[in-house]
């Protein structure tokens, strides 16, 4: 079992109390928690996209695998030679394949999350999934996993492995996400399994984490509850001004409330200008492109004057 | 209640706290010297044992769905454990709680734990934050216990300050607390912060009346009661409404402090324990005692009732006692096709084919009214039943059974005989055997109940049963006995423990005698026996039509055949009581005695069956038609020494080989070894061949092994000359001394052989081979080489020529096996030969001469073989034919398609959900939504004629904008995409879809804000207003006739407005631009006056076409705007100008300007021309807003709302729902 510090750090790495848990400090080098703490503080910085700070914390030239892959997929986010990244990662990968391999068992499998984090990023699902492995007993794997069969709309498989992973992983915060997460995309009983949990990690004391505030917001939207998921979205907001997804799902529950004229169009276009690399904007740019193209395929006639003869 | 049977007992230190697991045989107990013990009660085994509390453990609960214990000690800790085996351990400690803690339980839905406490407080704790998120203050003395309520969100707690208190704690759920500020960091539930909590909870009522401390107290599980406990030795039970709570009634006789008072989950009792000494039963209704159950030297603590079963357990002094209160097992007797059963105390008949199931005779007054009776014996010729009962010391009532169906149903106490005795059964038509176990005589008695002999059995009889005409089977405490009554004597004796039930097949000719753990199947004079045993308790058994008896346990229904073999049909989650049994059904009764029918596969046995009776025909054809692998099956044909049989299960290449080396089948062996390929089986493949002199397998296997040696040898063996003569090339090429010699001597290559020796320097050898051999010139040559004459060896002997050589090739064995003697033609062999799946005709179900070799047993089985076709229909499964046989088998591999589907890498992408949105809605918005905008142009295009889509492009971009979301679950990996649902309730794919970004009420608002602008004269916003709006109308989405008929008045309404908008911006454009130009400009504020605009903006209309005519001096068109001005009965001031208007028209009426303008023809204005098109004039339309144009703009773009082509042909909305 973890220790209550470590238990607490992870806790607020799913719940994604990023900022929290960067701020918050390290335990002694020697200390067993030293590493996984170290690792959830890299991958929140990570996670906040800053990969030169959590590149910054990583010690250089240490020998343990997880933190090498960490160090790699910051890197991987920052965008410089990511072919080279996802070389060193996939070398990684097979480093840790194998009996004799470096590293704890932790270890191993925090290298596997890591580099399917990567390889998902990188579009490279099969790959992904193959490093992370389809029958993992590493609840961290399973959530990237099932994450990524939900990206390619098999919410079917996904399905399949949390039933799999509810036999060993009981009483799992992380679990519980696994299936609101799962429960976002089909919609099960009216997202009301997804809509308690994030309102029962809202009210959880010990932490507080603008994400999730975002996340139930999002969930209300998917409930057809604009207003509040407003009122959610834009806590979240006043918590953590940056926050390119809250912006995004405030731009929908705006587009869908009864708001004032233009509220969405504005916000949309302070996400355009902020985030321009959220997905949101893209496959909006590219459904406008697609847009231009449709029309043109009618051929418009010439408008109807009375001729003044 | 005569009856508590004590399950189970285990000695401990005092026990404090039980729980009972909810679906396992599973019991927590706390104990006083700090340990929690978890029993499997069933098997009477300590499972486990939880010992982290320093101190004694009261509280302790087992959640409801998942593994999970919580205890609560006195060391103030309430701890949660993980019990699954495999990793049990402490998973979190809740501290908080100043004393020490009294109970703890799990809420049935939410993640809560409520604990009570000797520090006054009543605690709920969040088992996922692990924090506590309510402290209940208010008891003003310890919390002895504290209780959810089983459904609402109440709490009932009994505390030593003399009250019972409920709490309502319904805010709890509603409103999780800091939900205002979650911001607030960390959360330690330390002393302090009681305040917090306080607000949510309130005490709902405060139950007085316990004249001391009140030890424990729960909620009924459906009624609005409340029992408690208390040193005052009473248990009282209130009832309480929406509004108060009030004292109902005392229940008094514990001489002691009650410990604990639970309501029975299923009947009107109360149990109760006390420091006394003792277990009471209470009857809920009347309050008065029924039972005690008394122990020596032991006060009892605690109770637990378990949720769903008739069970109990109470902890004492010294260890705990589960009990049940009742026999379970109904009394039920079969005949034919009828079950006649007892439940409720009324004797019922079901019908096992049409399920018909009634009540035909009350035995209400038979014994006590507590106790079921116990057995039933029925006979089919004068309708008469027996049943017994324990009470009173036992007695048997002998009644009969109305005739057909009737009003009342009478009570057996009319006309029924009754007697004591303890087992009483129909032992013939007229005849019925009594056994009293006290005297241990047989009564037998006739219908009027009148003794006609008395017998007394040879053994001590516990229990008699049917033995077969004019016999009995007494059963004995080592032995059972099948006794004639007639001649009074034993006819054979078994030894069995004792035995319980016996249960005879449909023609009576086997028996099965059940005692707790065994079944002995017995055949009618019990000359051949068998016997099965059980570790898991025996409950009830029924005969299979083919002579299978089936029977159950606690938790399987299993099978047994005759001569031993048995096996698992299926399990069970609760004892069930097997009745009958018919083809694939099982029927049973409940433990509540209510019919049930379980359906299971037969096939195991039945093909154990047809294997026991040599029936290869019916073997073959289950294998054909059933599903039948599985380790087992191929154990049980390997075991039995059947591997030839077994090889047609297994796929698996293993094995395959493993069997087929057993059966010595070398042709599948040979193939199974091609794909294993390793040298291990190609050895054994060599040796089995070997023994079967198939030496071309066995040279083959050989060459697999690259194993020279021998098969040089096996080459020599067959005479197989070329295979030599390539053996010493192979030789050769391998440079492999040894082997080339070989070769050359199996060969007889005297050269070779030479050859070989003078290359290892072995000149000595060489020189005398080839000596011998014969070859002079090349022993010279030998010589030479070594550097010697034939004078240097002068010494050596001379020997006679070699007649060394391979022996001649006799016959030719190289081309022939080794004549092997047929085994036969093997049934097998020949299936396998026909092609098994294919080929065959389809056995009768009829043991046909194979049965005649079978044993004399199996005659008897083999009979009744024949009744399945006779009376069961069902069996016609057995008899498909082959042509449904195989449709079968492809639906099946298709069904079984995506269950194979591998996770991992390989999983393909599935449908995304926008597509099911496509393909579930006709609609253009719901299109748009998905992003498929080439589908919903397409719709707009086909519906509403709509061609320039232009326009339309930040509409589209925001619909498709809102309809989707993202979120990132999971750290760094890219956002899911979440698409908006407008039936967020539906989870079915095939019936999603999108979210409604742009509902018809958004879209009336927006006309409205159009309006206001006409007020405003701010007609070009107007217009571009209007213009929006009937873009936003074309994405809108509709759901009933209703909307569809607003949403059409919504766009004439907009058009109309549109189109008066416009004339008026041209009028002024032209009075602007076109001074002179009066006729066109009084024209089109005419024109105005014609469209259909609300009365407000009517007035404007006709005021402005009013005065533009009297400034023209068109004083009799203006005389008319204002008549027809009048008619809206505008502002006084305006009527005033408008009488005005009209005198000066009446007093010259007359016009200067000629225009174009009818206003007595109706008339229609085009859109385009703005002019008129009167009534029967040709015109074509906007085939969206339906806006009239003269027929010569036709195929032009609708200037009005610019979207359609004028004239174009549309379908219209499709109408979806």
């Known amino acids: 079992m973890d220790s209550s510090e470590l238990y607490h750090v992870k806790q607020q790495f799913i719940l994604g109390a990023y900022k929290t848990l960067i701020t918050s400090s390290l335990p002694d080098e020697s200390s067993q928690d030293y590493i996984p703490i170290l690792l959830y503080q890299v991958r929140a910085h990570i996670a906040l996209s800053d ?115 509810k036999r060993w992983a009981e009483d799992d915060l992380l679990l519980q996400l696994i299936e609101s997460t799962i429960g976002l995309v089909t919609g099960k009983d009216s997202y009301s399994n997804c809509s308690s949990f994030y309102s029962e990690q809202i009210a959880n004391p010990s932490l507080s984490s603008p994400h999730l505030l975002t996340s139930r917001g999002v969930t209300r939207i998917l409930r057809n509850e604009f207003q509040e998921a407003k009122s959610d979205l834009e806590e979240s907001l006043t918590q953590q001004k940056d926050d390119a997804e809250a912006l995004a799902a405030h731009v929908v529950a705006s587009g869908l409330a009864p708001s004032k004229k233009g509220e969405a169009d504005d916000l949309w276009n302070q996400l355009v200008s902020e985030h321009p690399t959220h997905p949101i904007v893209i496959d909006v740019a590219k459904k406008s492109q697609f847009f231009d193209e449709c029309a043109a395929n009618f051929t418009v006639p010439p408008t109807a004057v009375a001729s003044r003869a | 209640m005569s009856v508590m049977l004590t399950k189970f007992e285990s000695k401990s230190n005092r026990v404090k706290g039980l729980a009972f697991h909810p679906t396992q045989p599973l019991l927590a107990a706390a104990l006083h010297n700090g340990s929690v013990q978890l029993w499997n009660y069933r098997m009477g085994v300590l499972v486990d044992r939880f010992e982290e509390h320093e101190g004694p453990v009261r509280g302790v609960a ?61 605690r709920i704790w969040n088992s996922t934050s692990r924090n506590c998120i309510a402290i209940l203050t208010g008891h003003s003395h310890y919390v002895m216990s504290a209780q959810f309520h089983p459904k609402d969100d109440l709490i009932v707690s009994a505390s030593m300050d003399q009250t019972v208190r409920v709490w309502d704690i319904s805010g709890l759920r509603k409103n999780t607390p800091n939900q205002g500020a979650p911001g607030a960091p960390g959360g330690p539930s330390g002393p302090g912060n009681f305040e917090t909590f306080d607000n949510f909870s309130t005490v709902k009522y405060v139950l007085e009346g316990h004249d001391r401390g009140v030890n424990y107290a729960m909620f009924h599980p459906t009624l609005p009661l409340i029992i408690s406990a208390a040193d005052d030795r009473v248990i009282k039970i209130w009832r309480m409404s929406e509004t108060k709570a009030w004292e109902v009634d005392s229940c008094r006789g514990h001489f002691n402090n009650v410990s604990n008072a639970l309501f029975h989950p299923k009947h009107e009792l109360i149990v109760s324990c006390g420091e006394d000494k003792t277990i009471r039963v209470w009857d809920l209704a009347k309050r008065t005692a029924i039972q005690t159950f008394r122990r020596e030297h032991d006060r009892f ?61 009350g035995v209400r007054k038979f014994g006590s009214p507590y106790v079921p009776p116990r057995t039933l014996s029925y006979n089919p010729a004068e309708r008469a039943v027996i049943t017994t009962i324990t009470s009173d010391g036992g007695m048997f009532e002998l009644a009969t059974l109305p005739q057909g169906q009737q009003g009342d149903v009478k009570d ?32 037998v008695r006739d219908l009027s109940n009148s003794v006609l002999k008395t017998i007394k059995p040879p053994v001590q009889t516990n229990e008699i049963f049917y033995g077969g005409t004019a016999s009995l089977i007494l059963s004995s405490t080592s032995s059972v006995v099948l006794y004639d009554i007639q001649q009074q004597k034993t006819i054979a004796e078994v030894n069995s423990p004792p035995v319980k039930y016996v249960v005879w097949n449909a023609d009576g000719s086997l028996v099965a005698l059940m005692s707790k753990h065994t079944i002995t199947i017995a055949n009618r004079n019990f000359s051949q026996t068998s016997l099965i045993h059980e570790t898991i308790r025996i409950k009830s058994g029924a005969w299979d039509d083919a002579g299978v008896f089936i029977y159950s346990t606690l938790n399987h229904i299993k099978y047994c055949l005759s001569q031993g073999d048995h096996g698992v049909i299926c399990t069970l989650d609760n004892p069930v009581y097997l009745t009958r049994v018919k083809g694939k059904t099982v029927h049973c009764l409940d433990r509540s005695a209510r019919p049930r029918t379980i359906t299971f596969d037969p096939t195991e046995y039945r093909f154990k ?7 290869h025909e019916e073997m073959l054809y289950i294998i054909k038609n059933s599903n039948l692998l599985g380790q087992s099956i191929i154990g049980y044909l390997q075991q039995k020494g059947f591997p030839e049989i077994a090889l047609h299960f297994v796929q698996e290449t293993n094995t395959r080989f493993e069997l087929a080396i057993e059966c010595g089948n070398l042709e599948v062996a040979m193939e199974t070894a091609k794909e294993i390929d390793r040298p291990e089986c190609w050895e054994r493949l060599a040796q089995q061949a070997l023994k079967q002199g198939n030496h071309k397998i066995v040279e083959k296997a050989y060459q697999q092994t690259k194993n020279f040696d021998r098969l040089s040898f ?63 010139e090349l022993a010279e040559e030998i010589l030479e080489g070594a550097g010697l004459t ?111 589907e591998e996770l991992g890498a390989g999983a393909a992408p599935g449908v995304s959900e926008v597509e099911h949105w496509t393909k579930n809605s006709p609609l253009a918005a719901d299109h748009v939504a998905a992003g498929s905008f080439d589908t919903a142009m397409q719709l707009l295009n086909r519906q509403l004629g709509v061609v320039n889509f232009v326009l339309l492009k930040p509409l589209f971009l925001s619909i498709y904008r809102s309809s989707h979301t993202y979120l990132s679950p999971m750290a760094s990996l890219p956002p899911l995409q979440l698409h908006v649902r407008r039936n967020p309730a539906e989870s079915s794919l095939s019936r999603v879809l999108p979210v409604v970004a742009r509902s018809l009420q958004s879209v009336r608002s927006e006309l409205t804000e159009g309006y206001r602008l006409v007020s405003g004269n701010k007609l070009a916003e107007a217009q571009e207003a209007f213009r929006h709006v009937l873009q936003s109308l074309l994405v809108v989405v509709l759901s009933s006739d209703e909307e569809a008929k607003q949403w059409r008045d919504t766009v004439t309404a907009a058009r109309e407005y549109l189109l008066g908008v416009s004339i008026e911006l041209e009028r002024r454009r032209v009075a602007e631009q076109e001074p002179d130009n009066t006729q066109r400009s009084l024209e089109l504020a005419a024109y105005f006056t014609h469209c259909q605009l609300q009365p407000p903006h009517m007035q404007i209309a006709l005021r402005s076409a009013s005065n533009i005519f009297a400034k023209a001096n068109n004083q009799a068109h203006a005389a008319r705007f204002s008549r027809r001005l009048l008619e809206l009965k505008p502002d006084p001031k305006i009527v005033a100008q408008a009488r005005q208007r009209i005198a000066a028209g009446d007093r010259n009426p007359r016009n200067a300007v000629e225009i174009s303008y009818d206003e007595f023809t109706q008339f229609e204005i085009c859109a385009a021309s703005f002019t008129p098109i009167y009534k029967g004039s040709p015109s074509v339309h906007c085939p969206y807003t339906n806006a009239s144009f003269h027929p010569q703009y036709k195929g032009q773009l609708d200037p009005l709302a610019q979207l359609t082509e004028i004239g174009a042909t549309a379908s219209g909305l499709p109408a979806p729902w």
């Not at chain 2, 069956?609 to 029936?615: E, G, Q, R, S």
Request: with cysteine.
């Open chain 2, 714 to 776: 096996l080459y020599l063996a067959t005479g197989s000359v070329d295979k030599l003569a390539k053996m010493q090339k192979i030789a050769d090429a391998r440079g492999n001394p040894m082997s080339r010699f070989h070769n050359a001597l199996y060969a007889g290559d005297v050269e070779g052989r030479i050859a070989v020796l003078r290359d290892v320097g072995l000149h000595p050898l060489a020189y005398l081979t080839a000596k011998t051999n014969g070859l002079d």
């Open chain 2, 609 to 615: 069956l047809a294997l026991l009776k040599n029936n």
């Open chain 1, 51 to 165: 990969p030169q700070s959590a590149l910054k914390l990583i010690p250089s030239g240490t020998d343990n695998v997880a933190l090498k892959a960490a160090a790699s997929l910051a890197r991987y986010v920052s965008g410089t030679d990511t072919d080279a990244v996802l070389e060193e990662l996939r070398d990684l990968s097979v480093e840790v394949e194998g009996d004799d391999a470096e590293g704890s068992e932790r270890d191993r499998a925090m290298v596997r999350v890591l580099a399917g984090t990567a390889f998902a990023r990188a579009g490279e699902v099969e790959e992904a999934l193959e490093t992370l492995g389809a029958d993992t007993e590493d609840l961290e794997a399973v959530a990237v996993v099932v994450q990524i069969y939900l990206s390619i709309n098999r919410p079917d498989l996904a399905r399949k492995e949390f039933e799999r992973a």
């Open chain 2, 301 to 361: 603590w605690v109770l637990a009732a378990h949720p769903n079963l008739n069970l109990f357990a109470a902890g004492h002094d010294s260890g705990l006692i589960v009990f049940k209160l009742e026999r379970e097992r109904p009394a039920f007797a079969v005949h034919q096709d009828t079950l006649y059963y007892i439940r409720d105390k009324y004797v019922r008949a079901y019908d096992f084919g049409t399920g018909s199931d009634i009540g035909l005779l």
């Open chain 2, 62 to 122: 087992i959640h409801p769905t998942r593994a999970l214990l919580a205890t609560g000690g006195d060391d103030y800790k309430i701890k949660v454990w993980d019990i699954r085996p495999q990793n049990r351990k402490c998973l979190f400690t809740l501290h908080g709680h100043l004393d020490y803690v009294r109970t703890v339980q799990f809420h049935h839905e939410m993640p809560w734990i409520l604990s009570a406490s000797d520090d006054q407080t009543i």
């Open chain 2, 790 to 900: 034939a004078a240097d060896i002068d010494d050596v002997p001379t020997f006679g020529a070699s007649t060394l050589k391979p022996p001649p090739v006799v016959t030719t064995t190289t081309n022939l096996n080794w004549p092997v003697v047929s085994a036969g033609e093997n049934f097998w062999d020949r299936v396998l030969a026909n092609g098994m799946l294919e080929g065959g005709t389809e056995p009768a179900y009829v043991n046909g001469d194979a049965a005649a070799a079978a044993s004399s047993a199996l005659d008897a089985w083999a009979k009744e073989e024949e009744i399945p076709d006779d009376i069961d229909p069902e069996e016609g499964g057995w008899e498909l034919d082959a042509e449904g046989e195989e449709f079968q088998t492809g639906r099946e591999d298709e069904s079984d398609e995506p269950e194979e």
């Open chain 2, 412 to 443: 057996s106490s009319v006309d029924g005989k009754k007697g004591p005795g303890q087992s009483a059964i129909f032992v013939a038509r007229n005849r019925l055997a009594v056994l009293n176990k006290n005297t241990q005589l047989i009564e």
